[in-house]
């Protein structure tokens, strides 16, 4: 970076107020893999002394990384950003908006409460063409933005909300040298996944480790197997349709996507400690197979956070690795994948606000969280040498090749059934019970939601 340059960045941060060069992760202009032009094109927004108020869910280490990001929309256009992270987010949002009292910004974890609160009229419509830029520049753009899309008090449909950083679960997580030792290799299809399972078997192996236990929320990993196996059966319209209960959970359908995840989790044979441990097993726990020798199991589904219950020092890409949860070869249904993520949306008419918005349009507002930690996303035009380590490019790269983006299902659906009657119906069928009573019983259950 020159000095000129470093001294017209330090002045505009003292005029600010906020933020200087001094705090930002990376100087400007010393790293050419980041995207600078669109870090100086921010300047030309000048709103020194206005301030943005923003509220999410991040605290602690995740907060440090937003702040480290909201630094550079601060020294650029002169904003004073104050951030708040609170652990009770999703009760603080809908006080503050009924009360009359919001924050600029909020960071929606979850896009069904924001959608509530657009329909209540709290939140405010992004600019025109926002919508057209995360079609254009996401890879499934449009799946990414219907995730923002909203119906208004007006009773019409506006972009309410713009996606920034993507979790990623359609992931198997495996061990490389038992691979290696055994001679297999990373399955490209489901079929070829399938007959991986088969041929573990047949080697003397056991393929999976599968695990449902998790206290009062047990039940929940089987979920994401079948919003997972809903994507590879059917098309991304029979998924949305399900989430919004116009597709019923007792339509064949699902029924279908039930059993594909029974034909890994019900067989005695595929399964670690058998089918009948499947339920009773802890998901923290469950990937720990994976690690012994000989290995109790060669293959975990499971999403990117897992690695945080692997045995201490384990090397992501070394001593374990992943790959995308296959799609079938003969379904065409392209290359969904299955996930979460946060949502930005506006409170208010302040002109910051917008002004922020662009700025998580730029390359440069994605690249400083990505070449740290924690962060992936779906924006192609970012430097993906950039991510802060091989295992986030890795995700980073199968949301790029994603097809289709579709946010977990069981989020999405009403509380009593996502978190509630799908949990123990997936119990439930673990244990034996029949899929079609299974997916019957949920159903009834949302039969009597209002």
Sequence with gaps: MTKTLFLSVATLALIAGSAGAQDLKFSPGADARFDW???????????????????????SADKDLVESVLAYF???????????GSDSFEQQIVIDAEAGSPP??????????????????????????VEGWIKANYAAGDSWAAYGNYTGPDGQAHQYAFPYKADVKSLVWYVPENFEDAGYEVPQTMEDLKTLTEQIVADGGTPWCIGLGSGGATGWPATDWVEDMMLRLNTPADYDAWVQNDLKFDDPKVIAAIEDFGW?????????????????????????????????????????????????GTVIGQDADFFYFPAYADRDLGQPVLGAGTMFAKLTDNPAADAFITFLQSPIAHEVWMAQTGFVTPYKAV??????????????????????????????MPGAIGAGAFWTGMVDYAGGKDAAAVAQAIQATWDTLK
């Excluded at 896009?111 to 209540?120: E, H, I, S």
């Design 37 to 59: 032009a669109s870090y100086e094109a921010l300047k030309s927004m000048d709103l020194k002394g206005q301030k943005l108020t923003v509220l999410g869910p991040w605290l």
């Design 104 to 129: 600029d910004v909020a960071v929606f974890p979850q896009p069904g409460l924001a959608a509530d609160l657009a329909k209540k009229g709290h939140l405010k419509p992004l600019a025109e063409g």
């Design 264 to 312: 890994f989790a019900r067989n005695d044979a595929f399964v670690s400690g058998g089918a009948g441990a499947v339920a009773s097993t802890d998901f923290r726990d469950s990937p720990k197979g994976l690690f012994t020798s000989p290995p109790q199991c060669y293959l975990h589904r499971q999403a990117s956070f897992i690695p945080s219950f692997f045995p201490e």
């Design 383 to 412: 430097n993906p040498d950039i991510y802060g380590d091989a295992t986030l490019k890795k995700m980073g790269d199968i949301l790029l090749n994603a097809t289709t983006f579709r946010f977990d299902g069981s989020d999405l």
């Design 74 to 84: 601060e020294v650029a256009t002169g904003v004073d950003v104050r951030y708040s």
